[in-house]
T-cell receptor
Framework: GAVVSQHPSRVICKSGTSVKIECRSL??????MFWYRQFPKQSLMLMAT?????????EQGVEKDKFLINHASLTLSTLTVTSAHPEDSSFYIC????????????FGPGTRLLVL | AQSVTQLGSHVSVSEGALVLLRCNYS??????LFWYVQYPNQGLQLLLK??????LVKGINGFEAEFKKSETSFHLTKPSAHMSDAAEYFC????????????FGSGTQLTVLP
């Protein structure tokens, strides 16, 4: 149990376009999901916390108008990178919280975004 | 606030040798501690976790870790390394309570030599 999927696994887009990444918890319901960004050879950087039915909480320095997060159901959260630019190219990973106190995060396989 | 320090960004061991990856944390309240493994171009896979109870926790793939409150440590060990253990390992901490954020260490790249 505790499987999290992400789609797409890899996407290439032109500068100025928008890209949507989906994160799904396949075998459990997740009221809380998280979005991370990972640069090469580095640790994960938390971008935002996504709560089902309410607005996401963004970390300091993350533009909420650029990285739109929607958590419309207990199994799906989406991250939309709007007007993407080359500097947005990165590895994006989502996770879903599970456990008695929602203490354990299970991660998706990640999405590699390349903006040309 | 909490923080995690992983000593050694790169660790090399021979196949069959002991694996020891170090993790120290700081936390103002009882922590929940985690080890995750990441293979190239993949997400993170949970190896094991400590929340409450037994301080020695066993995880997948033969790994285990011991929570030592007096040393604020949660080191990851495996008695005998396998080539397939080569990966990036992340230690993470979160505070006990309701849903919260994970704070990750900087990661340790494990290389297993034949």
């Amino acid at each position: 149990g505790a499987v999290v999927s992400q789609h797409p696994s890899r996407v290439i887009c032109k500068s100025g376009t928008s890209v949507k990444i989906e994160c799904r918890s396949l075998d459990f319901q997740a009221t809380t999901m998280f979005w991370y960004r990972q640069f090469p050879k580095q640790s994960l950087m938390l971008m935002a916390t996504s709560n089902e039915g309410s607005k996401a909480t963004y970390e300091q320095g993350v533009e909420k108008d650029k990285f739109l997060i929607n958590h419309a159901s207990l199994t799906l959260s989406t991250l939309t990178v709007t007007s993407a630019h080359p500097e947005d190219s990165s590895f994006y990973i989502c996770s879903a919280a599970r456990g008695t106190n929602q203490e354990t995060q299970y991660f998706g396989p990640g999405t590699r975004l390349l903006v040309l | 606030a909490q923080s995690v320090t992983q000593l050694g960004s790169h660790v090399s061991v021979s196949e069959g040798a002991l694996v020891l990856l170090r993790c120290n944390y700081s936390s103002s309240v009882p922590p929940y501690l985690f080890w995750y493994v990441q293979y190239p171009n993949q997400g993170l896979q949970l190896l094991l976790k400590y929340t409450t109870g037994a301080t020695l926790v066993k995880g997948i793939n033969g790994f285990e870790a011991e929570f030592k409150k007096s040393e604020t440590s949660f080191h990851l060990t495996k008695p005998s390394a396998h080539m397939s253990d080569a990966a990036e390992y992340f230690c993470a901490v979160t505070l006990s309570g309701s849903a919260r954020q994970l704070t990750f260490g900087s990661g340790t790249q494990l290389t297993v030599l034949p």
